[in-house]
């Protein structure tokens, strides 16, 4: 295959009319790709569904027939001692809309659903027609949090992806709990972003397949000489909510800042939900899995609450320090 001058298959960086585009890295495996087209590919779900356990599940392809009746017909008819599903969901109410309903009948994909069923099942999607991977992907967003799926059906990178004024790390749920993560979206997987704006959004993921390189590890559990964090971790019964920590840093401040981290909307139904509800904050008041301070030698104080789903539940708390806790603080 012969390629054309050097300055086609380039991206100026300083050219922002030009960009989302092909990334200069990415040159190379379009050529490879560009000329592979597979026509009635069939789309399956990795693995079985766990029982009685949710899963932020996502469907990396444009199907062929996207009818969610249609394409979850291995789980038999629409029944909710069976299998439900749940997507869109709306930050102003802090609900999901449940299939089957009038604005929730497709799926889409660059989207996430809670998946939940009675037993194992394999699910086979539908059939869908593979093309090159030219661009970044794009998706649009809410104010608020959003569920977003990967819309490729392999490894990418959220941190080579373009986010602006979205919140630096997103959720993704492990069967139990959320887990804060900045560095990579997994295929067929859902994941929370919170849109710090109070407008609709565009957000575009990077399409360069990283299954076999090594991101850089995250910043985050590294501490600094005057850093240290106290985490916060719930369970009760088979919810937990693991992710919460108080701290300070030298960078910190008082309120709002790019250390703390918003707390993720809690499961459709059973879940335990730990927060620090700062909803006195002059920029972006609401509640927060992660909330650091400035350092402070007198000492520190932070107020959280805990939640369940249901009423007269048995919550277990523990209490973890990392970093350095000044001597004498407990």
């Known amino acids: 295959m012969l390629i054309g001058d050097a300055d086609a298959w380039s991206v100026n960086s300083g ?3 030009r960009l989302p585009n092909i990334a200069l890295l990415d040159n190379l495996a379009f050529l ?8 009635d590919y069939e789309v399956k779900l990795p693995g079985k569904t766990p029982s009685e356990q949710y899963r932020l599940v996502s469907v990396p392809f444009d199907l062929d027939n996207s009818d969610i009746a249609d394409v979850l017909k291995d789980l038999g008819g629409v029944n909710p001692l069976v299998w439900r599903l749940f997507g869109r969901y ?3 109410t802090g609900k999901y809309a449940e299939f089957p309903s009038e604005r929730f009948r497709t799926f889409q994909r660059g989207e996430a659903y809670w ?6 099942f394999d699910i086979t999607f539908g059939n869908t027609t593979v093309v090159p991977v030219q661009n970044f992907n794009p998706i649009r967003i809410g104010p608020g949090y959003s569920m977003i799926g990967n819309p490729f059906p392999y490894k990418v990178s959220w941190q080579r992806s373009i986010h602006d004024s979205v919140e630096n790390r997103i959720w993704r749920y492990d069967g139990a709990s959320f887990k804060a993560e900045s560095l990579a979206l997994e295929p067929f997987t859902g994941y929370f972003v919170k849109n710090l704006t109070k407008d609709t959004l565009t957000i575009y993921i990077n399409p360069e397949d990283i299954t076999l ?3 850089g590890k995250s910043s985050a559990s590294a501490f600094g000489e005057h850093e240290w964090r106290i985490g916060i971790s719930a369970t009760s019964g088979r919810s937990a909510d693991e992710d919460n920590f108080a701290g300070v840093s030298p960078g910190a401040k008082e309120e709002y800042d790019r250390f703390d981290l918003g707390e993720p909307p809690t499961t459709p139904t059973d879940y335990v ?4 509800r700062n909803q006195h904050w002059k920029d972006q008041p609401g ?8 350092v402070n030698d007198e000492g520190l104080f932070w107020d959280f609450d805990v939640t369940t789903a249901k009423t007269q539940s048995q919550v277990t708390l523990t209490f973890s320090s990392f970093g350095n806790l000044p001597e004498g603080f407990s």
């Open 287 to 294: 509640s927060y899995a992660m909330d650091i301070r400035p």
């Open 15 to 17: 050219d922002s009319s």
């Open 273 to 276: 939900m730990v927060r620090f």
């Open 213 to 215: 390189s090594t991101l």
């Open 115 to 120: 998946l939940i069923t009675r037993g194992e």
């Open 90 to 92: 709306d930050p102003l």
């Open 32 to 39: 490879l790709n560009i000329i592979s087209v597979s026509e």
